[in-house]
């Protein structure tokens, strides 16, 4: 599953206001509002659902980077809004240290495998550094959608 | 090197599990994989037909997108292949990470 297919590119945030891991993670579900891919009334409900996931267990996979995610019926396809900070955000991170790319995912309730492919591809470019290196460093929102689209153009990456 | 020295028993062990929980190995399953893994010694890698990932990384473990139904190979290679096969088996296959079966299903 390709970047394409689930990153809402008018859902990109390139300079993150909140300083914080919850209000990040309400900064990105107001982005994809504004984008109509979530209804305005569920925004609070979605917002409350990904945070609660989060404390049950941190989505800061390390290396500055941090997949807030959850299943919410507001959705009828995986969608993602895509943040930066470029002060760090504190996400509990397994190495503890400091967020600066926060990708956030929504899936539907009853689609499990396209969240895993979604998950999949996320991984399998955070994985190289020099793809985290490039999304830490894009400042527009035009850069982000660049970036992506070049990964999914190029697999090997 | 000695041949027939035993100073580092070298054990390998392999098994192949099936998904079985609903939501297959998303976030949460995979932590707990890879937790259990830690435990132990040995060098363990999963296996779909594409992917081969280190069973310590969480990374690498939400690459293999498992989902139900999918069969996984879990190799391992140490002086506790055996349990650690047996324990990964176990979480993976009948405790399905503490997660439900597909609705309809026992």
């Known amino acids: ?157 | 090197m000695q041949m027939g020295e035993r100073v580092l028993e070298k054990l390998v062990c392999e098994t192949t599990v099936e998904i079985r929980n609903a939501d297959g190995l998303h976030m949460r399953p995979a932590m707990q994989f890879v937790d259990l893994a830690g435990r132990f010694a040995s060098d363990i890698t999963v296996s779909n037909d594409e992917t081969h990932a280190d069973a310590k990384s969480i990374m690498q473990m939400t690459m293999l997108a498992a989902g139900r139904g999918t069969r996984l190979r879990i190799r391992a290679e140490g002086s506790d292949a055996e349990e650690a096969i047996n324990a990964l088996r176990e979480l993976v296959e009948t405790h399905l990470f503490g997660e439900p079966p597909p609705a309809g299903k026992d």
């Open chain 1, 1 to 157: 599953m390709k970047f394409e297919e689930f990153v809402c590119f008018k859902a990109t945030i390139a300079h993150l206001q909140a300083t914080d891991r919850d209000g990040a993670i309400a900064e990105l579900v107001s982005a994809l509002v504004t984008a109509d891919q979530i209804a305005a009334e569920s925004a609070k409900d979605v917002t409350k659902a990904v945070t609660k996931r989060e404390n049950e267990a941190s989505t800061g996979m390390g290396k500055g980077v941090a997949v807030p995610h959850v299943k919410h019926s507001t959705v009828k396809q995986v969608v993602a809004a895509v943040g930066h900070s470029s002060t760090g955000i504190d996400f509990a991170s397994l190495d503890e240290q400091p967020v600066y790319s926060v990708i956030l995912l929504i899936s539907p309730l009853d689609n499990p495998d396209k969240h895993l492919q979604a998950m999949e591809n996320i991984f399998r470019h955070l994985q190289k550094e020099r793809f985290r290196k490039f999304l830490r460093q894009c400042r527009e929102p035009d850069a982000l959608q660049d970036l992506l689209r070049e990964a999914d153009e190029n697999p090997s990456w």
